[in-house]
């Protein structure tokens, strides 16, 4: 199961921030917080991701409350392309890797950027 | 250019009849999975290869074989389809082992449906 909540759907206006909210109220402490997006029926596309700190990347920030039991991605100024479903989930990241690097995605948000 | 790439990308098939969906990443990638995406329930893993000749079970194997002969192939096999396994299929690739940064890419994907 997955170990994160997200809204069903949201909707943003073109131009303004979108912040996706997630929470992750059983992250134990070796676990990051990943961001993908699906533009409908493509390939899952990776967005960012962190561990404690807030963290930023061409393509957006990364939030992370202090008790990493929640996080915000946000899209600075969104546009009809971000237009997809964003999934937030946690993970272990192992040197060696493992089954615990594997992806397991929950329903996710489905954000709608209107103009 | 880093890519996934899957084929075919279309497939009607009739029940029973075996199929192989192609899988190939250009990234010297480690890490391959494979995951089916069927509306309401997300991405669920199907199977997964550390690296050659490592494959593992994900999360619904059921009615799949895979193999991982080489580095760059990860192909999934359905030796008996059945309706149950219409779907949209992904493959995904991913570094492995020394990074913090285990960004997955993923395939165009598949649609699939067994008739």
């Known amino acids: 199961d997955a170990k994160t909540t997200q809204p069903t759907s949201m909707d943003c206006a073109e131009g303004r921030a979108a912040n996706l909210p997630c929470n992750h109220s059983?992250?134990?402490?070796?676990?990051?917080v990943y961001w993908y997006r699906q533009i409908h029926s493509q390939g899952p596309q990776y967005i960012i991701h962190?561990?404690?700190n807030n963290e930023t990347n061409e393509m957006a920030s990364l939030i992370i409350t202090e008790d990493r039991k929640s996080s915000t991605l946000i899209l600075p100024h969104a546009t009809l392309r971000d237009t997809a479903v964003y999934y937030c989930?946690?993970?272990?990241?192992?040197?060696?890797?493992?089954?615990?690097?594997?992806?397991?995605f929950g329903k996710g948000t489905k954000l709608s950027v209107k103009p | 250019e880093a890519q996934v790439t899957q084929n075919p990308r279309y497939l009607i098939t009739v029940t029973g009849k075996k199929l192989t969906v192609t899988c190939s990443q250009n990234?010297?990638?480690?890490?391959m999975s494979w995951y089916r995406q069927d509306p309401g329930l997300g991405l669920r893993q199907i199977y997964y290869?550390?690296?050659?000749?490592?494959?593992d079970k994900g999360d619904v194997p059921e009615g799949y074989k895979v193999s991982r002969k080489e580095k760059r192939n990860f192909p999934l096999i359905l030796e008996s389809p059945s309706p149950n396994q219409t779907s949209l299929y992904f493959c995904?690739?991913?570094?492995?082992?020394?990074?913090?940064?285990?960004?997955?890419?993923f395939g165009p994907g598949t649609r699939l449906t067994v008739t």
């Open positions: 995904a690739s991913s570094l492995r082992g020394g990074s913090n940064t285990y960004e997955q890419y």
């Open positions: 059983t992250i134990s402490g070796n676990e990051y």
């Open positions: 962190g561990l404690k």
């Open positions: 989930i946690v993970r272990v990241v192992l040197s060696y890797g493992g089954s615990q690097g594997n992806l397991i």
């Open positions: 990234m010297n990638h480690e890490y």
């Open positions: 290869s550390m690296n050659v000749e490592v494959t």
